[in-house]
């Protein structure tokens, strides 16, 4: 799977977090409904001073690698911390960037399960997806997958 290496800044994230696995597919359904509470419920709408549209889906306190347990947070950058909500700083450091084009599930999915079988130097820190919110169709989305690397 095509991808560049890039080197981002420290970024400020707010969202809302949860403790999952991808033991028996336990992620996926976990991660689904984290985004219909964030989405559905207007905790995205709620978070003040956001610094663009884009949503974000952060995989951080891994415990070990992708084997293990892990925090998924639905989150957007921002320029201040909010209250009531998970703040977390994601500190500056090299990625692997993989751009995807397609329905924002299915799309994130296959491309994660291709980005499992490759031989990065995965440091297991923080990784995150960018969905660009740039269409209305939702089979026509582009979205950034950002694995931390050595």
């Keep these: 799977m095509k991808h560049e290496i890039v080197n981002l800044e420290e970024m400020k994230v707010v969202g809302k977090s949860i403790i999952t696995t991808n033991e028996n597919g336990k992620a996926m359904t976990d991660i689904g409904l984290?985004?219909?509470?964030?989405?559905?419920?207007?905790?995205?709408n709620s978070i003040e001073n956001k610094l663009d549209t884009k949503a974000m889906g952060l995989y951080y306190n891994y415990e070990g690698d992708m084997t293990g347990g892990y925090?998924?947070?639905?989150?957007?950058?921002?320029?201040?911390?909010?209250?009531?909500?998970?703040?977390?700083?994601?500190?500056?450091?090299?990625?692997?960037?993989?751009t995807v084009k397609g329905n924002m599930v299915t799309a994130v999915a296959k491309a994660w399960s291709e980005?499992?079988?490759?031989?990065?130097?995965?440091?297991?820190?923080?990784d995150f997806e960018v969905y660009h919110n740039d269409s209305?169709?939702?089979d026509n989305q582009t979205i950034d997958i950002y694995i931390a690397i050595n």
């Excluded at 984290?34 to 419920?41: E, L, P, T, V, Y």
């Excluded at 925090?71 to 993989?98: G, H, Q, W």
């Excluded at 490759?118 to 820190?125: A, E, K, Q, S």
């Design 34 to 44: 984290a985004w219909q509470d964030f989405i559905g419920n207007g905790v995205y």
């Design 71 to 98: 925090s998924f947070m639905c989150c957007t950058r921002v320029s201040s911390e909010n209250d009531n909500l998970d703040n977390v700083i994601i500190p500056k450091s090299k990625y692997a960037k993989f």
């Design 115 to 126: 980005i499992w079988k490759m031989n990065l130097d995965r440091i297991y820190t923080y």
């Design 136 to 138: 209305e169709d939702m």
